[in-house]
Each structure stands twice: as C-alpha cells, then as structure tokens.
C-alpha cells in the first residue's frame, strides 16, 4: 500500500513547483487531447521505459478541517510509468485511473520537457493549451455550481426576527 | 540516483520465472539454474542477483543491503519498493557480495522457522573453486557444488547453520546468470579447495 503525501512540500524550488504543474496537467488531460496537441511537434525522441505502465491502488488520506488528524479517506486506482530518454533524463507520471497509455505519454513529456531544446516547444504546443482547457472547464463548473447556489441570508433572517 | 536502469521486461512473467528457478534450486540443492539473463542492474549486482531480489523483495518484506552494495540501493527501492533495515538482525532478506556472519541473521523461532532470514549471497563464480558436497532432502545421492568466492570458513559456518534445523538461515548463490541454493535442510558433508 502507497500513502500519498497529503501537500507538496513547502520547501519546493521553483524547479519543482514548475515541474509538479507540467506534471499535474499532463495527468489530468485524455491521451486524445494530448495526443492532438503533439500533432505540431516533430516525432519525440526515443525513451526507453523502466517501470510500468502498470495499474495499482493507492491509499488517498485526508485530514478532517485540514487541521484533524490523517484518516484514510479510501482507496483508488492509479496508473504509474517511470520512463528514461537517450540523454538520461528520468520523466515519471502517476495518472488516476487506468491510463497506460496516456500514463507512458506523460512520462515521456515529462522526461522531454526537462531538457532545454524541448521544454519552449512542448509548453506551447501541448502545456498551455491544456492548462487553458482545464481552466475554462473548471471555471464552466464552478459557475454552473455557482447559478444553483442558494443564500439562507432571508432564512437566517426570518429565523432570527421571528 | 541510480534508478535509470529498467527492471523486467515483463514484471509479471520475469518474476514468475525467476521464482520457478528460485524453487528449482531450492528443491534440488546445488543444482545451477538460469535466471535473470535478461536483465541490465546495475553495478554491483549480477544478473541473477537483480533477479532474485525483483521476485522475492517488494514493500512487505525487509531488506538489508550492506555499504559495498550502496550504488544500487535507489534501483532496488524503486523496482522492489522495498524497505531497508540497517540491522541485518532485523532483515527477512539480506543481499551480500561477500559472506556475513551467518549467526547475525535472523534464524526464526522455534515457533516459527519460517520467519528466519534468507541470503542472497553474490559469489564469483560456480564451476571452478570449492567444490562442496552436499547431502540431504532433494538429493537422491549427494551432489556437488563447486563455487569461487566463499570464504574457507564456509563449510563450518554452514555445519553451525544446519545444526539450528528446523531454525537457521536458507542460502540463495547467485553468480552471473545462474542461481544455486542451499535450503538450511542441507548438510556439506565435505568442502575441497581447488586443487
């Protein structure tokens, strides 16, 4: 059983906090749309895989408040992928659900996008589009959630005058 | 970090193989067995080595890797998952380039043999050195082994080992690509130096 950290560490350089966003879109995005966004690009170097793809569960805990003790909140499916590329670059990738595909993918962009020669044109061409995508799909959500909010201002009132 | 080599090709059927000869070799002492031709660990580990530490270790088992093995520490947490113990004492599993005292490993209790420590002791080579004969259960008629690499003292601290039955320690030789085993079952009923 893996136990999740619960934050990334405060410490993080800015290396890693570039890297955990690059990461963090790639295993949000479908293999389609990232593959779609590749379309631009020449063929990616070749890699060669060291672990995976393969399918596993993880403990995914919480904290009560943010500020209660860690529980175990249940378990879920992840798809993990270590890949190497010809100049020793180390790309990693965790994806929730069973994504081999798109997990090796992730992996692959991830190891590319640490080198130099790669890194401008993998963010343009496939990073800031989905970053963009994803945001206006969140913020689709969170104003359709936000149209059924109900205020309780009148109740409370009502409650409270009575 | 020293993760940059791959593991099995095929997680599953690697492992399936590299138990099948793991059991072979159990079964039928100091028989040679192939395992782990496939893989690329790296330095210092042998082949069968890796072999025998990706089918046998993962995150429920305790291993004690010593300082000479340092360099693949990384590659094996991050195959095996496995957690480290700096006490060989306190190992299920213990990998060695050179033979440990084998009284320091954890040979079990009267309770639970099963609970005691397996080596897996990386030696020279097997087909020149030593030749220990070996009797026991697995061996109609007593076989030979000759193995490089194991200290004279070896036939005595086996002799110790064996005398613990049904406790004491099982042995797992791994040299290049082929594995052999002494399960604490067996007794070395006479070791020759090369002539």
């Known amino acids: ?162 | 970090m020293s993760i940059d080599l791959p593991g099995f090709a095929d997680p599953v059927l690697g492992a399936q193989s590299g138990f099948r000869a793991i059991l072979d070799a159990m079964s039928r002492p100091g028989t040679l067995h192939e395992a782990g031709v496939d893989l690329t660990p790296p330095a210092p580990l042998a082949p069968a080595t890796a072999a025998a530490l990706l089918t046998l270790i993962d995150a429920e088992t305790i291993l004690h890797v010593p300082n000479d093995c340092a360099d693949a520490r990384d590659w094996i947490a991050f195959h095996c998952g496995a957690v480290f113990a700096a006490d060989i004492g306190a190992a299920n599993f213990a990998v060695a380039l050179s033979l440990p005292t084998l009284a320091t490993l954890s040979d079990g209790s009267d309770d639970g043999p099963q609970d005691s420590a397996t080596l897996i002791l990386q030696v020279e080579g097997f087909g020149h050195g030593q030749t220990l004969t070996l009797s026991g259960p697995g061996l109609r008629v007593p076989g030979t082994l000759k193995v490089a690499g194991l200290p004279a003292g070896f036939a005595a601290a086996w002799a110790a080992n064996h005398a613990k039955f049904p406790r004491g320690i099982d042995l797992i030789l791994c040299a290049g690509t082929e594995i052999a085993a002494l399960p604490r079952s067996v007794r070395i009923t006479s070791a020759m130096k090369e002539a």
Do not use: Y
Not at chain 1, 31 to 49: F, I, R, W
């Open chain 1, 1 to 162: 059983m893996v136990i999740m950290p619960l934050a990334a560490p405060a410490s993080a350089s800015p290396e890693i906090a570039a890297r955990q966003r690059w990461m963090a879109i790639l295993a949000r995005a479908s293999h389609a749309e990232t593959l779609n966004h590749l379309a631009d690009l020449p063929p990616l170097p070749a890699h060669t895989v060291l672990r995976g793809p393969e399918a596993g569960m993880v403990m995914v805990r919480g904290r009560a408040g943010g500020g209660g003790g860690p529980f175990n909140l249940g378990e879920m499916t992840v798809t993990r992928c270590t890949v190497r590329d010809a100049d020793g670059r180390i790309g990693h990738a965790t994806i929730a659900g069973r994504e081999p595909r798109q997990c090796e993918l992730a992996a692959q962009l991830d190891a590319i996008l640490q080198d130099a020669a790669w890194h401008d044109r993998v963010e343009s061409a496939v990073i800031a589009p989905l970053e963009a995508k994803q945001a206006a799909t969140r913020e689709e959500t969170a104003r359709k959630a936000a149209a059924t909010r109900v205020q309780f201002f009148t109740l409370t009132s009502m409650r409270s005058s009575a």
